[in-house]
């Protein structure tokens, strides 16, 4: 790959992602124009691909009907963006390939969220299973169609290494170069490690507003989380007889600032003590490099479990969840059982990938299908199947 221009490597602290070495794309192509670097040009064919504009009506943990304020799986990802730039910022690490990642990772989600995950992954258990960075990676790898050359977005090596956060040792020997490092229990690069910590801040700080947007808690209740309760007491003293909306923003504003000011701290103070020589170094260290330190991974946590209790938890939520699980496992009861079901060119896949791995093949196909449909398309795709009275 052709070096970027020497003053924006000279910007990159030693340890970061350095395109001058990357390990490239899996099909060779000429560099980018010279305005733009190869990350960038990661960033854009992720940002310019379908699977990216589908998140728009994805689930975070709201179904994308119950309300148009909350969180979308296309939100999210720019929150964790936003939120991953400022850290690299402060730590001269490569922003454009981070935000790469941060865009790219949940372009496997399925519809519904987790709950949609999960039922999907019970379909698939005795095909092979169904794990939404596992599907992120295929999306760019193989499923989406847009170049004449080689099918997927054909990314650089350090932004596919970062999507794939985590992966089995069964699964990683099927994987090539960007499965290694689970088998040599290697650490990923500094970007790809950001971008993990970025999403569990953005989720943990958001869903405490859409948590309390919907009303499936109350500020009195969120005071029993640390976290909240030191920013809310601040809020509360300063600006007496706020808005409650403008209050919610306000604390979870500050919330953000204290983790992400915690996160560059402590991550400095981490590599001011291992020193890695350069992007090697990190990905032989023993242990990850960013984090928080111990307070305010206890309090995250603390907040996590709150929200896993208190929010994920609700009776409306698993109401709405089950409804999902359902719709995914039918779906894909029906496709599986009948793929002239199937629009032309899924079936075409499903047939092609039987004829390659039999029954594991066709039902890979229908798991592609159903992982690419949005919650809208889903529920109506699911009332086209069972409602005789739909056509």
Known sequence: ?????????????????HESASRGRRHPEPPPAGHRGEYQRDRDRIVHSTAFRRLV????????????????????????????????????????????????????????????????????????????????????????????????????????????KHCSAR??????????????RAQPSLEAQLANVADEV????????????????????????????????????RYPGIAERRLIHEVVRRMINEVVTDLIDATRARLEAAAPAD???????????????????????????????????????????????RIVRELFGAYFEDIRLLPDEHREAARRLEAQHGTDGRARAVADYIAGMTDRYAILEHTRLFDPRVP
């Open 1 to 17: 790959m052709a070096p970027v221009e020497p003053a924006a490597e000279g910007r990159l602290a030693p340890y970061a992602c």
């Open 57 to 164: 009506y994805k689930t975070q943990v709201f179904v994308n009907h119950e309300g148009d304020l909350y969180r979308t799986r296309l939100t999210h990802s720019l929150e964790v963006a936003q939120i991953a730039r400022s850290v690299c910022g402060a730590l001269g690490l490569n922003e454009s390939l981070c935000e790469a990642i941060c865009l790219a990772h949940d372009l496997g989600h399925t519809p519904f969220g987790h709950a949609g995950q999960d039922a999907l992954n019970d379909c698939m258990r005795d095909y092979g299973g169904f794990e939404h960075n596992l599907q992120s990676l295929r999306v760019v790898d193989e499923l989406e169609e847009r170049y004449a050359e080689f099918p997927g977005l054909n990314l650089t090596f350090e932004c596919r290494e970062g999507i794939l």
């Open 171 to 184: 699964h990683a020997a099927t994987l090539g170069d960007v499965g290694e490092r689970f088998l040599k």
């Open 202 to 237: 953005a989720y943990n700080n958001h869903d405490v507003d859409d948590g309390l947007r919907a009303g499936l808690v109350t500020t009195r209740e969120l005071r029993q989380v640390a976290l909240f309760a030191r920013h809310h007491d601040v809020v509360e003293a």
């Open 279 to 325: 992007v090697e170094a990190v990905r032989g260290h023993g242990a990850m490099l960013v984090g928080f330190s111990e307070r305010i991974a206890a309090d995250h946590l603390e907040a996590k479990r709150f929200l896993r209790e208190r929010v994920y938890r609700h009776f409306r939520v698993v109401r709405m969840t089950t409804k999902a699980q």
